[in-house]
């Protein structure tokens, strides 16, 4: 990406091995986020671009001499960050904060948009998997990468349970995998916040039980409306725009929780005044989802959750620019890449 509506698709230099921590990845499936979105639509003209995406499978086509739990031919999930796996914040569940973390796709750091690409501390970011490359499988388990880790950590951090009830502002890929984590984790009332017809549609699918498409102050009476006048217990805010984290609080019952995935477009949290009098809780964050592999991946194996459904385009590498347009225009939830 070069500037806002720029994608190219360019000849680079090899992926190689270069620290002896690193491994290569041939990537066999990736695909564009919803957070790419950002950058596609208020990107500065760059003179060297940015190497795109942070979300991917692939197989290990060599390792550093220092790798040991990952060795060639190993098929395995590339979370959007890379973490050693050894410092305190990984063994405390949260590689997102990792001493050496680095987000794929960023700042200048290699993306998976590729055909291969170069993943530092190889041990503690992979994650294999008891599949082979064309498993049927690969549309969900590729959500693992980022959107369904992501939604699931949204459910986590506003403490969705049995009996309680949740909201999910965002109809995206992240916002239907939130529904997918709600659901998961027993939530009775499940409200889809959007208006797109065909991401509701997909909503219900995945075990939403009531529609809001309104926006705003009408969008907070209809959801206390549909919950006795009390709100929510829980709120996945899937979106990062200041309005959805408004309609966040707004919702939320009090002593309710809010759970941040959508990347903050604001510097500040509005919504302060009632957040602190309802007291409610408001937290999340880059999502840890390798921590997450080890309880969703049996879901996703033995077919109770099936996230991959978000995916209703796939194109080549020549196709990406193009990918890039649908997703922006709306015509399109996520899309696939197949190098």
């Not at 190497?51 to 979370?79: R, Y």
């Not at 725009?241 to 941040?260: K, W």
């Not at 080549?316 to 922006?328: K, S, T």
Request: aromatic share 4%.
């Amino acid at each position: 990406m070069y500037a806002a509506g720029d994608v190219r698709v360019e000849d680079v230099p090899d992926a190689a091995i270069v620290e002896p921590t690193d491994a290569v990845v041939r990537v066999t499936r990736a695909c564009i986020c919803g957070s790419d979105l950002w950058p596609y639509a208020s990107m500065e003209r760059s003179e060297t671009g940015q190497s795109m995406g942070h979300e991917a499978i692939g197989v290990v086509e060599d390792v550093g001499a220092q790798v040991t739990k990952i060795k060639k031919g190993d098929v395995v999930v590339m979370p959007f960050a890379f973490s050693d796996g050894t410092c305190a914040f990984c063994h405390e569940g949260l590689p997102t904060a990792c001493v050496h973390v680095g987000f794929f796709g960023n700042n200048g750091t290699n993306g998976a948009q590729a055909e291969a690409l170069r993943i530092p501390f190889a041990d503690g970011t992979l994650y294999p998997l008891p599949v082979g490359e064309d498993d049927t499988l690969m549309p969900s388990l590729l959500t693992l990468s980022d959107v369904m880790g992501t939604g699931h950590h949204a459910a986590v951090v506003a403490k969705v349970g049995p009996g309680k009830r949740a909201a999910v502002v965002g109809d995206g890929a992240v916002g239907l995998c939130a529904v997918v984590a709600a659901k998961r984790l027993g939530a009775e009332q499940i409200i889809i916040m959007g208006r797109h017809p065909d991401r509701i549609a997909l909503a219900r699918e995945f075990g939403a039980t009531d529609v809001v498409s309104e926006r705003g102050e009408e969008a907070v009476a209809r959801v206390r409306e549909l919950t006795g006048g009390e709100g929510v217990h829980s709120v996945l805010e899937c979106v990062g725009h200041g309005a959805a984290m408004e309609t966040a609080i707004g919702i939320a019952r009090p002593g309710g929780a809010v759970g941040r995935v959508g990347v903050p477009q604001h510097t500040a949290i509005p919504g302060s005044l009632p957040a602190f009098y309802g007291n409610i809780t408001i937290g999340g964050g880059p999502a840890p989802v390798r921590a997450y592999l080890d309880e969703l991946l049996p879901d996703v194996l033995e077919g109770r959750i099936d996230p991959g459904r978000v995916f209703d385009r796939t194109v080549g590498l020549d196709g990406v620019p193009d990918g890039y347009r649908a997703m922006a225009d709306r015509d399109s939830i996520k899309v696939m890449v197949t190098p």
